[in-house]
C-alpha cells in the first residue's frame, strides 16, 4: 500500500524533532488502513510500517501500564511472535531488541494468566503477582527516548518504505 506524504509536511514534522517526524509517519500509515490495526489491515502494510505500527503500540502500551498491560490488552503475539525483536536489531535498536527477547520468554510463560478477563483489581493484582516485569518496564522507559531516535533516523535513512514523498 502506498501512503503518502507531502513533502512539506515531512519537512515541517522534521524541525519539530523526531518525535513529530515518526508521529507523522505512523499516523499516515495508520489513515492509510483506516485507523486500526487488525487482521484485515496488516497485510496491506509491508514489513517496515508493520514494525512501525508496532513499536508505537508497545511504547504506548508500556508506557501507560507496563508490559502486563500489552500482554493483558492482546498485543503479546503481534510483539512476542513476530519478528519484531529482530527487527528492532536490524534498525539498530540493540539494546531493546534484547529487551524484547526477555519479554517474549516472560509473555511465553505467563500469557494464559495474563490475558485472561479480570477485574480491574485483579488486573492491578497481576503487577504484584508478576514483579519479574519491572525491570522490563524500567528498562524500556529509560531507553525510550533513545530507541525512539534510533528508529527515527532508521525511517528517515529508509523513507521510501514507509511513505511515498509527494512533491
Known amino acids: ?17 523526531t518525535d513529530a517526524f515518526l508521529k507523522l509517519v505512523h499516523d499516515a500509515i495508520l489513515e492509510a488502513i483506516g ?5 484485515e489491515t496488516l497485510p496491506l502494510l509491508n514489513g517496515e510500517q508493520t ?7 508497545l511504547r504506548e502500551e508500556v508506557m ?6 500489552l500482554i493483558h490488552n492482546g498485543y503479546g ?10 527487527a528492532m536489531r536490524l534498525w539498530g535498536a540493540h539494546e531493546f531488541s534484547k529487551l524484547v527477547y526477555k519479554g517474549r520468554k516472560l509473555f511465553e510463560q505467563h500469557s494464559e494468566v495474563l490475558t485472561k ?10 503487577f504484584e503477582k508478576y514483579p519479574e516485569f519491572d525491570d522490563l518496564d524500567d ?10 531516535d534510533l528508529i527515527a533516523h ?9 511513505v511515498a514523498v509527494a512533491k
Open 35 to 39: 485507523g486500526e490495526v487488525n487482521a
Open 117 to 126: 478477563d479480570c477485574t480491574d483489581e485483579e488486573f492491578l493484582a497481576l
Open 51 to 57: 514494525t512501525l505500527l508496532a513499536y508505537f503500540i
Open 77 to 86: 503475539p503481534f510483539i512476542f511472535l513476530n519478528p519484531f525483536a529482530k
Open 1 to 17: 500500500m502506498e501512503v503518502k506524504i507531502p513533502e512539506i509536511k515531512l519537512q515541517e514534522a522534521a524541525g519539530q524533532g
Open 139 to 148: 528498562g524500556f522507559i529509560e531507553m525510550e527516548d533513545e530507541v525512539t
Open 154 to 162: 532508521y525511517v528517515d535513512e529508509h523513507l521510501e518504505q514507509f
Open 64 to 69: 501507560d501500564g507496563g508490559f502486563i498491560q
